[in-house]
């Protein structure tokens, strides 16, 4: 079975600094997406970025950027220039394309310090 | 597009109640997903449907849940009888294509059994 594991229960940066969100996962599969979903205090779950597995280049969307490490199965998230909005709740998410289902890491909840 | 809709937002009932969560997909999406969020277990899938179809279920608790999806607008999940440790957020998400891999949320539902 699929497990993802994200190590770091909480983190903390400064805003307009850097932070990198870590995320490993296990599978065997070869056709599987990744996902980052941000999850602020109003409980919304709002997609951040995806990555396609068979894609060697890193997804990016604006500030946020993956290192996909395929062969170490690893998928960090970077933030850049953190903003106050930036605070939430952080998940990773393994998305099976033979079973169909999105598996979660267990979160890391960012602070922003002004 | 209104998003993936639920309801209610909000649910207090005493143990032994009949509880029922609605959820309302994105217009044109095939697959529905129910999660469920507590701080324990993370997020969990309950069940999922394609076409209005259940997939699979191996995440429902026990024979106290049920999940139905009479047309493609409408699922509901509901609990018989409900149980003190059943207090979580339940999130519905639908997805566009029979097996496809971004997932819209919903704004979840905050169960709280007495």
């Known amino acids: 079975a699929q497990t993802v594991t994200q190590s770091q229960p909480e983190m903390s940066v400064q805003e307009a600094e850097t932070v990198t969100l870590s995320c490993t996962y296990d599978t065997s599969e070869s056709d599987y997406y990744l996902f980052w979903y941000k999850q602020p205090p109003s409980r919304q779950m709002i997609l951040v970025i995806r990555?396609?597995?068979?894609?060697?280049q890193n997804a990016t969307e604006n500030r946020f950027s993956v290192n996909f490490q395929k062969a170490a199965k690893s998928f960090s998230l970077k933030i850049s220039d953190s903003q106050l909005g930036d605070a939430a709740m952080y998940f990773c998410?393994?998305?099976?394309?033979?079973?169909?289902?999105?598996?979660f890491g267990q979160g890391t909840t960012l602070q922003v310090k002004p | 597009d209104a998003g993936v809709i639920q309801s209610p937002r909000h649910e207090v009932t005493e143990m032994g109640q009949e509880v029922t969560l609605r959820c309302k997909p994105i217009?044109?999406?095939?697959?529905l997903f129910w999660y469920r969020q507590t701080m324990m277990r993370g997020l969990e899938l309950l069940i999922y449907f394609n076409n209005n179809v259940p997939i699979d279920d191996s995440g429902m608790p026990e024979d106290r849940f049920s999940a139905k999806m009479p047309n493609a607008s409408f699922s509901t999940l509901k609990i018989q009888p409900s149980e003190p440790r059943d207090s979580a957020v339940y999130f519905c998400?639908?997805?566009?294509?029979?097996?496809?891999?971004?997932?819209?949320f919903g704004p979840g539902t905050r169960l709280t059994v007495l």
């Open positions: 217009s044109g999406h095939n697959s």
């Open positions: 990555q396609e597995a068979y894609k060697q």
């Open positions: 998400a639908s997805t566009p294509t029979p097996l496809g891999s971004e997932q819209f």
């Open positions: 998410a393994y998305y099976s394309g033979n079973t169909g289902k999105l598996i």
